[in-house]
């Protein structure tokens, strides 16, 4: 029975990259795509797949709900927060996303940002399109040489700004809770807490994924912690800084400017950030370049034929849960219902072997995908 793979799409330009992954793999795939804009459509596209791939479109729930026969979700880009991944979980479906594809260029695109608010090119370049040619028009401008950056959050795009920001011999701070002091050995960065990281820097580069602890993180009470003159630069997710405060911030003074590729809607057709001339806003484009957009497709695809002939995604989100939900399921098919809760200490996965307990006597070898929908149709669930 061939293998029902659907994908949507929302700005891609066709599916020819991710049909030729599918049909290179080993596997009989019957590929369906579209467009859906919300549940009931995306409901009616993926009705029957054991694979989906989605760019915008959000899984909900109610969407897995429908779903019985699904074992993967792949995200088309790192972040995943249009999927709800406690819900995919609980329904044993694999989220799994692209981590690595496009660091040099949301990087660059951090620091053409920062350059495009610190040196006033945009609104320079409005002026004289409007017919006015006088340098004293523009905000008043500082050398960037020795200035401090701080990061929120220090990964593979942070440390990639770093390398490309070289001769601007940057001060670099970080607050990211979930590194430690002895895992920055090596990089040109010193971990700070919250509050100095906001008190001290003089340009602030968000690159923390939107969870619920992030949303909002840039609120009024953290914009009046900055600096008056400080820069805030945005390659993240939109909701991680609430605009409104952004925008009173600005008005009143409170910081600089702000560069920012995310807004927390989009797209976004109207903004009091837009009529400022401290901002430079663009289309959530930082992630793109013809390179990048071939290599996010073809490992989005991939992620799919990977996870079904059980092998290790480029990206899982969801790993340790789902590896907790095949042992159950496993458990309960051999041990009439043991349960998980005398169960710790996980290692990774393994293909076809997917997980064995490092603290438990009982082995179990894990279903294939194949296997697990045979297991739905038989009635067990968790």
């Not at 009173?248 to 807004?263: C, F, P, R, S, W």
Request: one cysteine or more.
């Amino acid at each position: 029975m061939p293998h029902k793979i659907a994908v949507s799409q929302a700005d891609m330009p066709d599916a020819i990259i991710e049909a030729g992954v599918f049909e290179r793999a080993p596997l009989d795939v019957d590929l369906v795509t579209g467009a859906a804009e919300n549940e009931a459509e995306l409901i009616e596209l993926a009705r029957g797949a054991d694979g989906l791939a989605v760019q915008y479109a959000e899984v909900t729930a109610a969407v897995l709900e429908e779903l019985p026969n699904l074992s993967v979700v792949s995200r088309y880009g790192i972040g995943v927060d249009n999927i709800d991944i406690d819900a995919a979980s609980e329904h044993g479906v694999a989220v799994t996303h692209v981590p690595s594809y496009c660091e040099e260029e949301v990087a660059s695109h951090a620091l053409g940002l920062l350059l495009s608010v610190a040196r006033n090119t945009a609104q320079y370049d409005r002026q004289v399109r409007s017919g006015t040619w006088d340098w004293k028009q523009g905000q008043s401008i500082e050398a960037l040489t020795g200035q401090t950056v701080g990061f929120v959050a220090f990964g593979k795009i942070p440390q990639t700004f770093a390398k490309l920001a070289e001769g601007f011999e940057f001060e670099y701070l970080t607050y990211d809770p979930y590194i430690q002091a002895e895992d920055l050995a090596g990089f040109p960065v010193t971990k700070v807490e919250w509050e100095t990281l906001l008190e001290t820097s003089d340009i602030v580069s968000i690159h923390t994924p939107l969870v619920e602890e992030t949303r909002h993180m840039f609120d009024t009470e953290a914009f009046e912690m900055m600096k008056s003159s400080a820069i805030l630069i945005n390659t993240a997710r939109g909701p991680i800084v609430d605009e409104s405060a952004l925008n009173t911030a600005l008005q009143d003074n409170a910081i600089g400017g702000a560069g920012l590729d995310v807004m927390e809607t989009e797209p976004t057709h109207d903004s009091p950030l837009f009529e400022r001339e401290e901002t430079v806003i663009t289309p959530h484009v930082a992630w793109y370049s013809e390179s990048s957009l071939a290599k996010l497709r073809r490992k989005t695809a991939e992620n799919i034929t990977r996870y079904l002939q059980d092998e290790s995604p480029h990206g899982f989100a969801n790993e340790a849960s789902i590896q907790e939900w095949y042992l159950h399921i496993s458990k309960v098919s051999q041990h009439g219902g043991y349960g998980l809760k005398s169960v710790q200490g996980w290692v990774r996965p393994r293909p076809l072997e997917r997980a064995i307990p490092a603290r438990s006597s009982v082995l179990c070898t894990w279903p294939s995908p194949l296997q697990r929908k045979r297991r739905h149709r038989c009635g067990i669930r968790v």
